[in-house]
């Protein structure tokens, strides 16, 4: 019988014994994480999607759980890849590139048109099943391009969570997580 395993791929400089990682850990007993550390940033993009794919291969049929760039990340390792057999989890996903009038700022991630070329040619195989969660309010993940994937992967469940911005409270993300696992 195989033990159904919870896996954390945390955001840009997250480590995931802490946070959400240590939440996961106090409370899933087959639990693993994936630092996208500064160690982990100094490889090339392609290293690190390369990273997130052998993560995948040794973790068939978990739960996947992905932050912000963590998500990117998972997004980008899926393309013209298997069906990954298993659950994921998108919380305030970078999906490409989105830009806040209000802040006046721009994030633009490494190969944010090659993302979006790879899910409107349908070249980002559907997991089993895939939820996306993100705050309205949240700059980082443009809700318009979370809404984008939600409808053309499609997404199991998908919601825009009203005031929260791109770090969604502790507790609305342990009740989205257990519901996810359970």
Do not use: W
Not at 10 to 29: N, P
Not at 35 to 42: G, N
């Amino acid at each position: 019988m195989q033990v159904m395993r919870t896996v954390y791929i945390t955001g840009r400089h997250g480590r995931h014994q802490q946070g959400l990682g240590k939440y996961l850990g106090d409370h899933f007993q087959h639990y693993r994480g994936l630092s996208i550390d500064s160690d982990f940033l100094k490889q090339s993009f392609g290293e690190q999607v390369a990273s997130v794919q052998s993560l995948l291969r040794d973790t068939k049929g978990s739960n996947i759980i992905a932050n912000s760039y963590g998500a990117y990340l998972l997004m980008h390792s899926l393309i013209d890849q298997p069906r990954f057999e298993g659950k994921v989890l998108l919380l305030s996903p970078v999906l490409g590139k989105a830009i806040s009038n209000d802040s006046r700022s721009l994030s633009r991630p490494p190969r944010a048109t090659q993302l979006i070329l790879a899910l409107e040619k349908g070249l980002i195989p559907k997991p089993c099943h895939i939820e996306i969660h993100t705050g309205g309010l949240d700059y980082s993940c443009c809700p318009e391009l979370a809404t984008l994937f939600a409808n053309r992967l499609p997404a199991d469940k998908f919601k825009i969570i009203p005031n929260q911005g791109h770090a969604i409270t502790p507790q609305i993300v342990q009740r989205i997580v257990n519901d996810f696992v359970t």
